[in-house]
């Protein structure tokens, strides 16, 4: 089993930068891909972006690629997801999520979620 919590989570304005970290437990954290995702008021949850259990492999959607860095520390079972250039359209709760073996579309595990919000 393995539960996450994240945080990081506020208000900054447009251009600014926010980072989320997302805190596990679990002692096989280390085996397994993680995400980050999230969910605009209204609107369907979307992928964010992926790392897979090493780290050495990332990847990203198109509307944030470029502005949005996903690494993970295995050592303290945590994942981060930096965000700069946010916009308003960034504006959502951001979870963080794990799966056993590949990252899913519908992961296994979720956090509660933090809430990024960004003024125009």
């Known amino acids: 089993q393995v539960q996450l919590v994240e945080s990081g989570g506020g208000l900054v304005q447009a251009g600014g930068s926010l980072r989320l970290s997302c805190a596990a437990s679990?002692?096989?954290?280390?085996?397994?891909?993680m995400g980050w995702f999230r969910q605009a008021p209204g609107k369907e949850r979307e992928f964010v972006a992926g790392i897979n259990w090493s780290g050495g492999r990332t990847w990203y959607s198109d509307s944030v690629k470029g502005r949005f860095t996903i690494s993970r520390d295995n050592a303290k079972n945590t994942v981060y997801l930096q965000m700069s250039s946010l916009k308003p359209e960034d504006t959502a709760v951001y979870y963080c999520?794990?799966?056993?073996?590949?990252?899913?579309?519908?992961?296994?595990?979720w956090g509660q979620g933090t809430q990024v919000t960004v003024s125009s």
């Open positions: 999520a794990a799966d056993k073996v590949v990252l899913t579309s519908n992961p296994g595990y």
């Open positions: 679990g002692r096989t954290f280390s085996s397994y891909p």
